[in-house]
């Protein structure tokens, strides 16, 4: 990126006047795209780019009307919604698609932190957590609230089937058979409501995508899905369990119970929520970042972006099952909810062997990364080593505990009488499969048992435990 800092100043000269480029850095995270900080002059401000690895296909798929929209596009949605008045940055300057840097924009730093482990857990954010269901209803009712036919770019427009169709499309392309997945498709196929209404949706409005100083909510960042369609998306997105970041009981976005944000957001927009249609909603949120997790993943093994964030993301999938059954138990029949088959053990003994093992080797990697390389990194670097030893830990306990697993799951299929595959195709066609206990547990189980290998800790793998097995 250094080799680049010539063309960024001179399109800051170009919109700003005479300065110099300093400080510049990436932030952390950001799966789709990169983002850098830097100073022009006195001035802060943001770099928001396609990774230099990737190519603009990876980030909207074979489809570019049902994919995230352009950086051009996003560019100039938010200098309008600026100008509106809602809470955005300013855009400074746009880069051409053939320029050495990429296709891109600069836009101002707005004060706030965007980190939701230090909001939703910092002290010093406390007066803004109180706050945050009020300001974000306010702010997102704003947002509904625009006038779509003076936006100056065209946004896709979008309805709960056709988004419907779109992730089984990606799904079908992308995964491998997943009984989950295929259940809650065919839950949401047979219950898809029709639109309340067609408003600009933001379609990634969650912690992570604020910046919050200590008084709340200063910005909405990160547009690049925006699209026509029905507000109750973006409603039910602040609520999915993988975007409360371990406040698994605060509903909307880990910091307010779901009666609160909806009461604040039918406050704030003078509407009333269709309750059905947000359930809906809900779920089907969960299974697109399941699917997102997907295709992400996927564009590791295809080397469009070769890093190892992809592959961590690509396992997230498990995360999305636990939560998908949690709220798909609602729907079915229940007859006995607790498992009365054990869990498989967390840590079960190994046989000792002369040789050095291939667990022992991960743990010697891991510990070397944690002591080394981390202890020592900056920027981002900490994130990226971080992101290593999360992979690191997934293969030791895959290691460990897939081939037990693997049994038990062969074990519990053939009691079923199905295949894996049968069985996916079955739930597809038939959400009442799962009113029979014994299919209900083997998803539960398998589910519990995939999470136990990828994200043990995840906040919803205690909630299922809790419910499922009595603490």
């Known amino acids: 990126m250094q080799e680049h800092i010539d ?60 994919g995230a929209i352009s950086l051009a596009t996003q560019a100039g949605l938010i200098r309008h919604l600026h100008g509106e008045g809602l809470k955005v940055p300013e855009v400074i300057g746009e880069f051409a698609p053939d320029s050495p840097l990429g296709e891109g924009f600069i836009m101002s730093c707005v004060p ?65 058979a997943n009984p989950v997945f295929e259940l809650a498709f065919g839950w949401l196929s047979q219950h898809c409501p029709q639109p309340t209404a067609y408003r600009l949706v933001h379609g990634d409005f969650r912690m992570g995508n604020f910046l919050v100083d200590g008084e709340g909510l200063t910005s909405v960042l990160d547009w690049e899905l925006a699209h026509i369609g029905d507000p109750l998306r973006d409603i039910a997105f602040l609520c999915i369990p993988s975007w409360r970041f371990g406040h698994y009981g605060l509903e909307a976005g880990g910091f307010a119970e779901l009666d609160t944000w909806l009461a604040d957001y039918e406050r704030a927009s003078g509407q009333q929520l269709a309750r059905e249609s947000f359930q809906w909603w809900m779920i089907f949120n969960m299974l697109w970042w399941g699917v997102s997790c997907l295709r992400l993943g996927s564009t590791y093994r295809d080397g469009s972006v070769p890093s190892v964030e992809r592959t961590i993301i690509g396992r997230r999938i498990s995360e999305v099952e636990i939560d998908l059954l949690l709220a798909l138990a ?56 971080r992101v290593a030893n999360n992979a690191l830990g997934i293969v030791n306990r895959a290691l460990a505990l897939g081939p037990l697993y693997a049994q038990h799951q062969s074990q519990r299929l053939e009691a079923l009488g199905y295949s894996s595959d049968a069985l996916c195709e079955a739930l597809r066609k038939d959400f009442a499969i799962c009113h029979s206990d014994p299919c209900w547990n083997h998803l539960r189980l398998t589910t519990l048992e995939r999470l136990m290998i990828d994200q043990p800790h995840y906040a919803g793998r205690a909630a299922a435990v809790g419910q499922w097995c009595g603490g």
């Not at 170009?14 to 022009?40: C, H, I, K, N, P």
């Not at 625009?146 to 990606?170: M, W």
């Not at 000792?352 to 990697?365: G, R």
Request: include cysteine.
């Open 330 to 385: 609602e729907q079915r029949h229940q007859s006995q909810d607790t498992l009365t088959e054990p869990l498989a053990p967390i840590d079960p003994e190994l046989p000792l062997a002369q040789d050095i093992t291939y667990p022992e080797m991960v743990t010697a990697l891991s510990n070397w990364n944690r002591d080394e390389v981390l202890a020592n990194a900056s920027g981002h670097q900490i994130f990226a080593s």
């Open 7 to 66: 063309e960024l100043a001179n399109l800051c000269r170009e919109a700003l006047g005479q300065g110099t480029v300093t400080d510049l850095t990436r932030l952390s995270g950001g799966a789709s795209m990169e983002s850098w900080r830097f100073r022009y002059g006195d001035r802060p401000l943001i770099l928001r780019r396609l990774p230099f690895q990737s190519v603009p296909e990876a980030a909207v798929g074979p489809d570019n009307d049902v």
């Open 112 to 176: 706030g932190e965007a980190l939701p482990a230090k909001l939703l857990n910092k002290p010093e954010y406390g007066v803004a957590r109180d706050r945050l269901s009020g300001q974000c209803a306010s702010e997102l009712a704003r947002i509904h609230s625009v006038d779509i036919d003076a936006l100056p770019v065209a946004l896709p427009r979008q309805n709960p089937q056709q988004l419907l169709d779109e992730q089984e499309g990606f799904y079908r392309q992308f995964g491998s």
